[in-house]
T-cell receptor
Framework: GQNIDQPTEMTATEGAIVQINCTYQ??????LFWYQQHAGEAPTFLSY??LDGLEEKGRFSSFLSRSKGYSYLLLKELQMKDSASYLC??????????WGAGTKLIIKP | GAVVSQHPSWVICKSGTSVKIECRSL??????MFWYRQFPKQSLMLMAT?????????EQGVEKDKFLINHASLTLSTLTVTSAHPEDSSFYIC??????????????FGPGTRLLVL
């Protein structure tokens, strides 16, 4: 079956760095997405990786290793507003998004 | 990035009534739109996939006669919750898929509609 795994919850300190991991097993692969979702709001798009390597976008970076079925989202210089759930999603061979359950990130002062 | 709007953002209705939610892609054409439901502290659950001009594809366990989806144009999809009951109270989110020249297909989400059925 298809499966996306990411930690349920993580805690980090304001100003620090945190890495949220995502492993996947899907039927086919057409890219991996990271979304941020604040409580009570819809998800917002953060990043898209389809080739191996690191994509950097400001304080956020996303890494992909297709051979390992692994990705991570790296958040630097954490701010209180980064407290949210981070969703990993993989687009399978049918171009359908398979969603992870999300990682709730708690930022402490 | 691409913008998706959803209307209304909040609905409170009586049990037994029907509620229509609109999802629009404002600055791009979306051949495919998706409808999700999210209960508090739970993951997004895909309800159905809607392709312009054809019938929606519903996920297992989602009643197509209760959740009517119409995707009449490349920028508009509607979800109608018919004969709503309190257990239908949830956060309904639509997303639209854009296709860029490099074949990247990103889903952009609407702001969501919070439905409360009394």
């Amino acid at each position: 079956g298809q499966n996306i795994d990411q930690p349920t919850e993580m805690t980090a300190t304001e100003g620090a760095i945190v890495q949220i991991n995502c492993t996947y097993q899907t039927s086919g692969f057409n890219g991996l997405f990271w979304y941020q979702q604040h409580a009570g709001e819809a998800p917002t798009f953060l990043s898209y990786n389809v080739l191996d390597g690191l994509e950097e976008k400001g304080r956020f970076s996303s890494f992909l290793s297709r051979s390992k079925g692994y990705s991570y989202l790296l958040l630097k210089e954490l701010q209180m507003k980064d407290s949210a759930s981070y969703l990993c999603a993989v687009m399978d061979s049918n171009y359908q998004l398979i969603w992870g359950a999300g990682t709730k990130l708690i930022i402490k002062p | 990035g691409a913008v998706v709007s959803q209307h209304p953002s909040w609905v409170i209705c009586k049990s037994g009534t029907s509620v229509k939610i609109e999802c629009r892609s404002l600055d791009f054409q979306a051949t495919t739109m998706f409808w999700y439901r999210q209960f508090p502290k739970q993951s997004l659950m895909l309800m159905a996939t809607s392709n312009e001009g054809s019938k929606a594809t519903y996920e297992q366990g989602v009643e197509k006669d209760k959740f009517l989806i119409n995707h009449a144009s490349l920028t508009l999809s509607t979800l109608t919750v018919t004969s709503a009951h309190p257990e239908d109270s949830s956060f309904y989110i639509c997303s639209a898929r854009s296709v860029k020249g490099d074949q990247q297909e990103t889903q952009y989400f609407g702001p969501g509609t919070r439905l409360l059925v009394l």
